[in-house]
Structure formats: C-alpha cells, structure tokens
Nanobody, 124 residues
Framework: RVNVLESGGDSVQAGESLTLSCVAEGSEFRANGFSLGWFRQLPGNGREAVASIHTNERRTNYAKGVEGRFTITQGSAKNIVYLQMTGLRPEDTGTYYC???????????????WGPGTQVTVNS
C-alpha cells in the first residue's frame, strides 16, 4: 500500500501563485517504480490530469490548460513532488489530488493510490 498526502491548498486572488506539496509513503512506492502526478476536479467536472513526473528520469507531462503556468518538480527525495502554480485563474478553482501510479500518469485510470485532496480557490 502507498499512502499519499497533499498539502498547500489555499484561497488566493487571480494572478497570484501557490505551491502544492505531495508525499508518498510506503515500501510499495519504490519497489514498484511508481511515479507521482497531480490531478484536479473542477466544480461540475470529472477528475482531470494536471501534471506528472517520472520518478527516476524526471520527465514531465502537462495538461494543455496549465502548460507554461504550472511546474511539477521533485523534492529532495523521490517520494516528494511539488506543483508550483503561477498566474492562477478563477477557472483553476477546484480540488487538487496527488496520485501515485504508472507513468505517464496523465489519465485517472493510471493512478493506483490517491491522496484525499486539497482545495484551491482562486478569487477574481
């Protein structure tokens, strides 16, 4: 089992920046070579991919709507990732989830373990 936990959600003004953090714990994480990714669920929508990073090679993927504004990075340990969000827009408002699973981890079906989510609200 892998336990995933996100943090850093907040209420901000449009144009501001916010960084989310994610930690994945459990021996299965490294043993299975899982990668980490960020998904979000906007009001009235299904869960969608935001960004992901290959744990060992650090290759990254981004959804078109966030490319150039959001950056996913790996922390000092391979089980930690950050999502740096700049130029936030009201339409970015939603619940952001970190997930562990198989790379490229850009569709919900590739996620095996989910965090509980953290709320991001962008006010206009």
């Amino acid at each position: 089992r892998v336990n995933v936990l996100e943090s850093g959600g907040d209420s901000v003004q449009a144009g501001e920046s916010l960084t989310l953090s994610c930690v994945a714990e459990g021996s299965e994480f490294r043993a299975n070579g899982f990668s980490l990714g960020w998904f979000r669920q906007l009001p009235g929508n299904g869960r969608e991919a935001v960004a992901s990073i290959h744990t060992n090679e650090r290759r990254t993927n981004y959804a078109k709507g966030v490319e150039g504004r959001f950056t996913i990075t790996q922390g000092s340990a391979k089980n930690i990732v950050y999502l740096q969000m700049t130029g936030l827009r009201p339409e970015d408002t939603g619940t952001y989830y970190c997930a562990a699973g198989r790379y490229p981890l850009m569709i919900p079906g590739q996620a095996l373990y989910w965090g509980p989510g953290t709320q991001v609200t962008v006010n206009s």
